[in-house]
C-alpha cells in the first residue's frame, strides 16, 4: 500500500529488537516468579519452626523487608475489645518507640486497608491525607513511600496489616505488592494457628489453676480457723497474766497478735492470688473496688510482708515521703498485689546489700499520683525492658511464667493509670507509675483483705 503524498513511511524495526522485547518481558515475568517462589520458601521456612506468635510476626516482618529490600516496617494486629491496631513488632530506625502503640482501627492507611481488606502502594506518603504523619514526628522516622498489605486468613476478616517503608532501591511497586501478598497471607495463617494453639494451652492452665485454687482454698480453711482459735486462746491467756501483774504480758500478747495477723493475712492473699492468677491466664477481671486509700499503708504492708525476704539478703526496703501524699480512690488489696510483685521480682534479682526505695509526689495539674520504685539490682536489658509491661513480657527467672508483670499492667490498667520502665543493665531499675488520684464511680467502705 502507498504512503500518502508528503510522508514516508516508519522504518520496520530490526528483526533482532522485534525478538528481543517480547523476550526482555518474558525475562521479567519468570524473574518475577522466581522472587515470589522463593519468598514463599523462606516464609514457609521460618513459619514452621516457630508456634510462638511474636517469633511468627517477627520472622515475617524480617523476610518481607529482606525479599523486597525496604528499610523498614511493622505488623500491626488488631485489638477485638479496644478496635484498634497495634504495633506488634516493628523493625528500623527508631522501632523501639513505636512497639506497642496502638491507633484506632479506622484511622490511617493501616485502618483503611484494614477495613478494606485490600493492599495499596503510596509512592509518596506526603500527598496522602490518610498518613499518619504524627508518628513519624514521634519517632523521627521519615517515611518516603510504602505498601499495606492486609493480614487475612484464607477465608474471613483481616486480623492486621503488614506495612513495608522506603524501598532501598528505586520505589515499590505492583511486583513488591505480589509477593508481599504471598508472605502475609501464609503469615495471617501461621499466626491464626499460633493464637489457637495458645489458647489451647492457656484454657488447660485455667482449668488446672482453677483445681488447684479449689485445693488450696480448702487447704487454708483450717489455717484460717486456727489462727481465730489461736487468737481467742492467746487473749484469754495473757488476760489472765495480765490480772496477775506479769510484766511484758501485754507487750507479748502484741507480739502474738501482730504474728497471728500476718498469718491471717496471708492465707487471704494467697487464696485470693490464685484467683488472680487464674483471672489473668483466662483473660477475665473482676471490677475494681475503689475506696479513699493512703498509699503509704499500701506499701508499708508490703514492706512489713517482705522485709524478711530481703533481710536475708540484707537488702534495705525504704518508703520515702509517701506519708505525706493524701487520700485517692484505688482498690486497695488490687494496689497491694502490684506492689508486691515489683518489690519481690527487685529483691529475687538483687545481689546482696541493695536497696529498693518506694518515693512519691503529688502532680496537682494532672491530678495524679507519680510513684516510683527505684532499685540498684542488676538493670535488664533493652528487650526485656522494653516488653516488660506488654503482651510479649517474657519472666527471664528460672520457672518464671511473666504472668507477674501482667497482673500488674491489669491493675495500673484497672486504675486508668500509666506505668513504664527505666533500666540499664550494672546500674539499676526505676519503675514509674502515675495513678489518677480520682476514679469514676468511685464507691465507700472498705475492701476485703
Not at 514452621?48 to 516482618?61: F, G, I, R
Not at 528500623?92 to 484511622?107: M, N, T
Not at 502474738?256 to 496471708?266: E, K, W
Not at 479513699?292 to 518508703?319: F, G, N, S, Y
Request: charge should be negative; glycine fraction near 8%.
Amino acid at each position: 500500500m502507498d504512503s500518502e503524498p508528503g510522508s514516508s513511511p516508519a522504518p520496520a524495526p530490526p528483526s533482532g529488537d522485534r525478538r528481543r522485547t517480547p523476550r526482555r518481558e518474558e525475562e521479567r515475568r519468570l524473574l518475577q516468579r522466581e522472587r515470589e517462589l522463593e519468598a514463599a520458601r523462606l516464609i514457609c521456612q521460618a513459619l514452621s519452626q516457630h508456634v510462638n506468635v511474636d517469633e511468627l510476626v517477627e520472622n515475617a516482618l524480617r523476610i518481607a523487608l529482606e525479599v523486597v529490600n525496604a528499610e523498614a516496617g511493622s505488623v500491626l494486629l488488631a485489638d477485638e475489645t479496644s478496635h484498634q491496631l497495634v504495633f506488634r513488632y516493628v523493625i528500623g530506625e527508631k522501632s523501639a518507640q513505636l512497639r506497642g502503640v496502638a491507633i484506632p482501627w479506622d484511622k490511617g492507611v493501616a485502618g483503611a486497608v484494614f477495613q478494606s481488606g485490600e493492599p495499596t502502594i503510596i509512592e509518596d506518603v506526603t500527598r496522602d491525607t490518610r498518613h499518619l504523619s504524627t508518628i513519624d514526628h514521634s519517632t523521627g522516622f521519615k517515611t518516603m513511600d510504602m505498601i499495606t498489605i492486609p493480614l487475612k486468613r484464607w477465608a474471613g476478616d483481616p486480623i492486621g496489616v503488614l506495612q513495608i517503608l522506603n524501598k532501598r532501591e528505586g520505589q515499590l511497586n505492583q511486583e513488591d505488592i505480589a509477593i508481599l501478598t504471598i508472605i502475609s497471607a501464609l503469615a495471617a495463617q501461621a499466626i491464626e494457628q499460633a493464637r489457637l494453639f495458645e489458647s489451647a494451652k492457656l484454657a488447660e492452665v485455667a482449668q488446672l489453676l482453677g483445681d488447684i485454687g479449689h485445693d488450696i482454698k480448702n487447704m487454708l480453711t483450717p489455717l484460717i480457723a486456727g489462727t481465730e482459735f489461736l487468737q481467742t486462746e492467746i487473749n484469754k491467756l495473757f488476760g489472765s497474766m495480765a490480772t496477775m501483774g506479769m510484766s511484758g504480758a501485754q507487750t507479748n500478747q502484741d507480739l502474738c497478735t501482730r504474728v497471728i495477723g500476718l498469718l491471717q493475712d496471708a492465707a487471704l492473699r494467697i487464696q485470693y492470688r490464685v484467683k488472680e492468677i487464674g483471672d489473668c491466664v483466662k483473660g477475665l477481671s473482676t471490677p475494681p473496688e475503689f475506696v479513699p486509700c493512703l498509699i503509704a499503708d499500701v506499701v508499708d504492708d508490703v514492706i512489713k510482708t517482705l522485709h524478711m525476704l530481703a533481710d536475708e539478703k540484707q537488702i534495705r526496703l525504704h518508703a520515702d515521703g509517701l506519708a505525706a501524699l493524701p487520700l485517692f480512690s484505688a482498690d486497695e488489696r488490687r494496689l497491694f498485689n502490684a506492689f508486691y510483685n515489683l518489690i519481690h521480682n527487685a529483691i529475687s534479682v538483687m545481689p546482696t546489700g541493695g536497696s529498693i526505695t518506694v518515693r512519691g509526689i503529688v502532680d496537682q495539674a494532672d491530678s495524679v499520683l507519680c510513684l516510683t520504685i527505684v532499685d540498684t539490682g542488676p538493670g535488664m536489658p533493652a528487650a526485656i525492658r522494653d516488653s516488660m509491661f506488654t503482651s510479649r513480657a517474657k519472666s527471664t527467672k528460672v520457672g518464671g511464667t511473666g504472668l507477674g508483670t501482667k497482673i500488674v499492667k491489669d491493675v495500673v490498667d484497672a486504675h486508668g493509670g500509666k506505668i513504664s520502665v527505666e533500666s540499664l543493665e550494672g546500674v539499676g531499675t526505676t519503675i514509674h507509675l502515675r495513678l489518677p488520684l480520682q476514679q469514676p464511680h468511685a464507691g465507700g467502705g472498705s475492701p476485703p483483705r
